[in-house]
């Protein structure tokens, strides 16, 4: 799916609720509800814990939480794995570490704002320090076959300087030809 905000994840999850869930995202989004609304783009990954439980989840990317989220009695069923991380330890290394918590199929959800806004500008919230597209790029490449559902979120044109939409349009056909081979340049 491309989609407009965050929280048409949501609907998809609910019909993949046998798969597992994996979220790029530069926010944690566990509010329970923000703006008067349980199923807005801030409260996508409570409402998708809701639906999948414990232990199915795997945001990466994370550098934005408010104290709310930070407090919840629920935060740790959620595997929240910073940007921060992945730097340090690298891809690879976060990637097989994920890899061993999937139990089959794999949902991937792509916030935009979870890259760097120097590779993705044109987002509502942009958070510096993100991932880069090689990172994103070496997940789905290892992940490919086992993605199931697959969207692509939150990028707003009007902000744009022509790199976003390029980088949203690259991870499709990189998401395509990641389904054919497990070959694909990591």
Excluded at 66 to 76: C, P
Excluded at 162 to 176: P, R, S, Y
């Amino acid at each position: 799916m491309m989609g407009g905000e965050h929280s048409i994840t949501i609907g998809a999850v609910k019909n993949y609720a046998d798969a597992d869930l994996i979220i790029i995202d530069a926010h944690s989004d566990f509010r329970e509800s923000y703006g008067g609304s349980a199923y807005s783009h801030a409260c996508v990954t409570r409402r998708c814990l809701d639906i999948l439980g414990d232990g199915r989840i795997t945001s990466i990317g994370t550098r934005s939480i408010s104290r709310e989220e930070y407090e919840s009695k629920d935060i740790n069923r959620v595997s929240f794995i910073s940007s921060a991380e992945v730097r340090k330890s690298g891809i690879e290394l976060i990637v097989d570490e994920v890899e061993k918590s999937i139990r089959g199929d794999v949902y991937l959800s792509i916030d935009m704002d979870g890259f760097d806004p120097s590779f993705a500008p044109a987002v509502g919230t942009p958070e510096p320090y993100g991932l880069t597209p090689w990172d994103v790029r070496y997940l789905m490449n290892r992940l490919g076959k086992r993605i199931i559902g697959f969207d692509i979120v939150e990028f707003s044109p009007i902000y744009d300087n022509g790199n976003t939409a390029m980088l949203a349009a690259k991870l499709i056909q990189d998401f395509i030809g990641s389904r054919e081979t497990s070959k694909v340049f990591h």
